[in-house]
């Protein structure tokens, strides 16, 4: 019994040997890495009383409801992201104060208590007779970025951007910067006709 325990000692000490000798270094947590699309924005063409591009990564795609006439989805199918669009004629100055409310509220209403802050920024385009808001949300919130756009007197459009998973803002939020910049490019194609 005592020769099997002195043969034992060296096995036991090479093999604690070859366990303290590796190193081992725990890989930092990552998110995978992103191949971005060329960015830019392209013509299209609708049936509706308005134009508008949209990036040329992206399709714009009819919004499936029969009733929505004029109602459009521009998928980004890379990012599993969606701006919707949704177009209603302006039957008088009082529609035109609803709709706006109606926005204005489709943004703060269910983001306000996820919301750790939310940038107003006024559309303002004299030359073509256009206005209107972009509403950047910042936290968690369901959707990062809304809009709405009209000529004041026969045309409204509202988009409200997502993700279609449920995300964390932070792992997003590159993805999120690269194609905001390419939906404001949007903003500044649409033209009612």
Same mark, same amino acid.
């Given at each position: 019994?005592?020769?099997?325990?002195?043969?034992?000692?060296?096995?036991?000490?090479?093999?604690?040997?070859?366990?303290?000798?590796?190193?081992?270094?725990?890989?930092?947590?990552?998110?995978?890495?992103?191949?971005?699309?060329?960015?830019?924005?392209?013509?299209?063409?609708?049936?509706?009383?308005?134009?508008?591009?949209?990036?040329?990564?992206?399709?714009?795609?009819?919004?499936?409801?029969?009733?929505?006439?004029?109602?459009?989805?521009?998928? /980004?199918?890379?990012?599993?992201? #969606?701006?919707?669009? $949704?177009?209603? &004629? *302006?039957?008088?100055?009082?529609?035109? =104060?609803? !709709?706006?409310?109606?926005?204005?509220?489709?943004?703060?209403?269910?983001?306000?208590?996820?919301?750790?802050?939310?940038?107003?920024?006024?559309?303002?385009?004299?030359?073509?007779?256009?206005?209107?808001?972009?509403?950047?949300?910042?936290?968690?919130?369901?959707?990062?970025?809304?809009?709405?756009?009209?000529?004041?007197?026969?045309?409204?459009?509202?988009?409200? /951007?997502?993700?279609?998973?449920? #995300?964390?803002?932070? $792992?997003?939020? &590159? *993805?999120?910067?690269?194609?905001?910049? =390419?939906? !404001?490019?949007?903003?500044?194609?649409?033209?009612?006709?």
């Amino acid at each position: 019994m005592r020769l099997s325990k002195i043969h034992s000692i060296p096995i036991v000490t090479c093999m604690l040997f070859v366990l303290s000798c590796s190193n081992y270094t725990p890989k930092p947590k990552a998110y995978p890495k992103i191949n971005y699309p060329k960015s830019g924005i392209t013509s299209t063409k609708t049936d509706c009383p308005f134009s508008i591009q949209i990036p040329i990564y992206s399709e714009l795609v009819p919004y499936p409801a029969k009733d929505k006439n004029c109602w459009y989805n521009i998928n /980004f199918n890379q990012f599993d992201a #969606t701006l919707h669009l $949704s177009y209603i &004629p *302006i039957q008088g100055q009082n529609d035109l =104060d609803s !709709l706006t409310e109606d926005a204005y509220k489709l943004v703060f209403k269910p983001h306000l208590q996820r919301a750790e802050e939310i940038i107003e920024r006024e559309i303002s385009d004299t030359i073509r007779g256009l206005s209107g808001m972009i509403y950047d949300l910042q936290g968690k919130t369901a959707t990062p970025f809304n809009f709405f756009v009209s000529d004041g007197q026969n045309h409204f459009l509202r988009g409200s /951007f997502y993700f279609n998973s449920k #995300t964390k803002r932070d $792992s997003v939020l &590159p *993805i999120y910067n690269f194609i905001n910049k =390419d939906i !404001l490019k949007t903003i500044k194609s649409i033209q009612f006709k």
